[in-house]
């Protein structure tokens, strides 16, 4: 099956620091990657569509100068936490669309644990 | 706006016993898929239903999509401890490259 490889899972810094989160599709190409956060016991919030060789598309109420995307290839996107904080703690999952039209299902990542101390 | 309204929030019961999920619209869908999550992990999924009134069945878990595609349901017979964390229904719509519409997710908690 299709399989999305999230990297770091688990990152602990210190306030001011830049985080890159990098997100793989393995097994297949993906023109598009969504990324989201979750908080605990919550559902999941999207923040932004990665498009490959484009800009991303940010939902209303995410700073795109806080959280920068980068989809350089089809097989991998990456969302850097400018500047983190210790209110940008959070599990972000990133996810990437398997080919083959509209109802092709969504597979995730294993998500990333920022903590900002 | 949420767009899908998944109930109930929380759930908690014991080994053995039945329930059902409930995901709901006002929106139609082209796809509706179930997904489960454990703590510190992404979600993985279940399944996908696509047409009006389909059903699908894994193992002891029975996924319902309405006929008018607006809503889904999950049931799931027999609980074990094992069925036990967040399931999530997600939306998809017909435009390409757009992001699925999650509901709020649904907390299990089967007890032995």
């Known amino acids: 099956g299709a399989v999305v490889s999230q990297h770091p899972s688990w990152v602990i810094c210190k306030s001011g620091t830049s985080v890159k989160i990098e997100c793989r599709s393995l097994?297949?190409?993906?023109?598009?990657m969504f990324w989201y956060r979750q908080f605990p016991k919550q559902s999941l919030m999207l923040m932004a569509t990665?498009?490959?060789?484009?800009?991303?598309?940010?939902e209303q109420g995410v700073e795109k100068d806080k959280f920068l995307i980068n989809h350089a290839s089809l097989t991998l996107s990456t969302l850097t936490v400018t500047s983190a904080h210790p209110e940008d703690s959070s599990f972000y999952i990133c996810?990437?669309?398997?080919?083959?039209?509209?109802?092709?299902?969504?597979?995730f990542g294993d998500g990333t644990r920022l903590s900002i101390l | 706006t949420q767009l899908l309204e998944q109930s109930p929030q929380f759930l908690s019961i014991q080994e053995g016993e039945n329930l059902t999920v409930y995901c709901n619209s006002s929106?139609?869908?082209?796809?509706l898929q179930w997904y489960r999550q454990e703590p510190g992990e992404g979600p993985v999924l279940l399944v996908t239903?696509?047409?009006?009134?389909e059903v699908k069945k894994l193992k002891r878990l029975t996924f319902q999509f309405g006929d008018a595609r607006k809503d889904s349901s999950l049931h799931i017979t027999a609980a074990q401890p094992g069925d036990t964390g967040l399931y999530l229904c997600?939306?998809?719509?017909?435009?390409?490259?757009?992001?699925?519409?999650f509901g709020k997710g649904t907390t299990l908690s089967v007890s032995s």
């Open positions: 239903v696509v047409t009006g009134g």
């Open positions: 097994d297949f190409q993906a023109t598009t």
């Open positions: 929106s139609v869908f082209s796809s």
């Open positions: 996810s990437a669309r398997v080919p083959g039209g509209n109802n092709q299902p969504q597979h």
């Open positions: 997600a939306g998809g719509k017909y435009q390409a490259g757009t992001a699925l519409i």
């Open positions: 990665s498009n490959e060789g484009s800009k991303a598309t940010y």
